[in-house]
């Protein structure tokens, strides 16, 4: 699901921030509603990787609360930390680089030593992996204290507006936050002034721009031109792929920005 899609802006985004004010008497009420619907939004793009996020949740709730009682002793604490780190960057690993490595380990050998089905990317995977992670190496650091709880752990690493592409925020920076936080119509403003420039920047530049470049590039595509290119119209394509890049970037930073306001 998309920030800039129809269903997210005129159904999603309305229905959590109305429900998110009906219970504004609750703090753990709004963080429950918050977790809900962060899981939600992940499940409905991947339905089934969803169980990898929860599973991905348990996992390293449990590894900090074994690390907050080993942590100062190191015959328990490092063999912790060595399964920690392995299996993250394993889950990691195999959904993401495992046929990249495979297929050139054939080709360097030169005969099909290894075939392995194609394997779906979830999305964000990158995100709340290390995410999950920065929650564990922070409980072992001492700078963050560990959460007996994993629903608290769960909404940090799954609050969908930076679930899917980030920024990694480390645990220690949000943990406050996340019982403790301050709500203000001035805040709020300023989140949905942010939300709104990014939006503009995504549709009215960004999708601009690439559309643009995209019909240049047609009028010469790769050995079957269908129109000579004057050097100037080739320029403007070339700086028509290359800046939407950059405002991709700028707007997504912009709309979640506006989202934790």
């Not at 409980?139 to 007996?148: D, P, S």
């Amino acid at each position: 699901m998309l920030f800039s899609s129809l269903f997210f802006l005129f159904y999603f985004l309305p229905v959590v921030l109305a429900v998110y004010a009906l219970v504004s008497f609750s703090r753990t009420l709004q963080n429950l509603w918050l977790l809900v619907v962060s899981l939600f939004f992940y499940a409905w793009g991947e339905p089934f990787f969803v169980f990898v996020m929860i599973g991905s949740i348990y996992f390293n709730w449990a590894m900090g609360g074994i690390l907050s009682r080993v942590r100062l002793d190191k015959r328990y604490a490092y063999p912790a930390i060595a399964v920690t780190v392995p299996v993250n960057i394993g889950i990691l690993f195999a959904y993401q680089y495992l046929n990249f490595f495979t297929d050139n380990l054939n080709f360097l050998l030169g005969v099909e030593l290894f075939k392995v089905g194609h394997i779906p990317l979830p999305l964000g995977i990158s995100f709340f992996t290390f995410q999950a992670m920065s929650y564990v190496i922070d409980v072992y650091m001492g700078t963050a204290r560990v959460e007996k709880n994993p629903f608290y752990v769960g909404l940090y690493i799954a609050l969908f507006p930076q679930l899917v592409a980030g920024p990694i925020v480390r645990y220690a920076d949000i943990a406050t936050q996340l019982r403790h936080r301050r709500q203000t119509w001035d805040l709020l403003a300023a989140g949905l002034s942010r939300f709104v420039i990014g939006l503009g920047k995504k549709i009215l530049i960004a999708n601009a721009m690439g559309a643009a470049a995209a019909n240049i590039f047609m009028l010469s595509g790769v050995g079957r031109p269908t129109a000579i290119v004057p050097a100037t119209l080739a320029w403007l394509g070339v700086l028509s792929s290359t800046l939407p890049i950059y405002f991709y970037f700028s707007a997504y930073s912009d709309l979640a920005i506006g989202l934790w306001h």
